[in-house]
T-cell receptor, first 116, second 117 residues
Framework: AQKITQTQPGMFVQEKEAVTLDCTYD???????LFWYKQPSSGEMIFLIY??????QNATEGRYSLNFQKARKSANLVISASQLGDSAMYFC?????????????FGKGTKLTVNP | ETGVTQTPRHLVMGMTNKKSLKCEQH?????MYWYKQSAKKPLELMFV???????ENNSVPSRFSPECPNSSHLFLHLHTLQPEDSALYLC????????????????FGPGTRLTVL
């Protein structure tokens, strides 16, 4: 079974600084996908960034980048130039293949607080 | 209206009540999902519908009954719930790649925060 581990229950960062949120995964699949979602206090899960297991370059989306180290089975999220609005829960997830539909397995999340 | 919407946003019900949660997606996707998010636990997948057929039922108690009348709408019917069922219920949709779609990112609605008294 696939597993996602987020070892940081909470992280603090100063506004305008960069922060790295850790994610490690375990899978026996050769082809897989890794996702990061942001969940503000309002509850909605907001898709941030995706990395495919065969993608040679690290994914980037604006201020978000994914530090993908396949041999270490890690997919850390880097947020550059933190903003107060970045304060939220962040979840790492892995796509699990199914015959007829995809399934996401989520980690327990990291609560990020951006201080002014 | 765009994205994935859910109603109601908040729901308080007694253990003997019957209620339904509604999810609607405006993204043209063909797969829809129900997740449960309890305090201090990872998101748990409950049900998956692909092309309006249920393809996954993750050992969910029968007091939760999903319904997918078409590819845009998904319901979760609730009856005789327990206090431990209090949680945030999230709906998501995606374009199922098995059906030839090009993306499998799941997009979520804002959730229904359910309290069972």
């Amino acid at each position: 079974a696939q597993k996602i581990t987020q070892t940081q229950p909470g992280m603090f960062v100063q506004e305008k600084e960069a922060v790295t949120l850790d994610c490690t995964y375990d899978t026996s699949d050769q082809s897989y996908g890794l996702f990061w979602y942001k969940q503000p206090s309002s509850g909605e899960m907001i898709f941030l960034i995706y990395q495919g297991s065969y993608d040679e370059q690290n994914a980037t989306e604006g201020r978000y980048s994914l530090n993908f180290q396949k041999a270490r089975k890690s997919a850390n999220l880097v947020i550059s130039a933190s903003q107060l609005g970045d304060s939220a829960m962040y979840f790492c997830a892995m796509r699990e293949r199914r015959l007829l539909a995809e399934k996401l397995v989520f980690g327990k999340g990291t609560k990020l607080t951006v201080n002014p | 209206e765009t994205g994935v919407t859910q109603t109601p946003r908040h729901l308080v019900m007694g253990m003997t009540n019957k209620k339904s949660l509604k999810c609607e997606q405006h993204l043209g996707h063909n797969a829809m999902y129900w997740y449960k998010q309890s305090a201090k636990k990872p998101l748990e997948l409950m049900f998956v519908y692909s092309l309006e057929e249920r393809v996954e039922n993750n050992s969910v108690p029968s007091r939760f009954s999903p319904e997918c009348p078409n590819s845009s709408h998904l319901f979760l019917h609730l009856h005789t719930l327990q206090p431990e069922d209090s949680a945030l219920y999230l709906c998501a949709s995606s374009q199922d790649r098995a059906s030839g779609g090009s993306t499998d990112t799941q997009y979520f609605g804002p959730g229904t925060r359910l309290t069972v008294l």
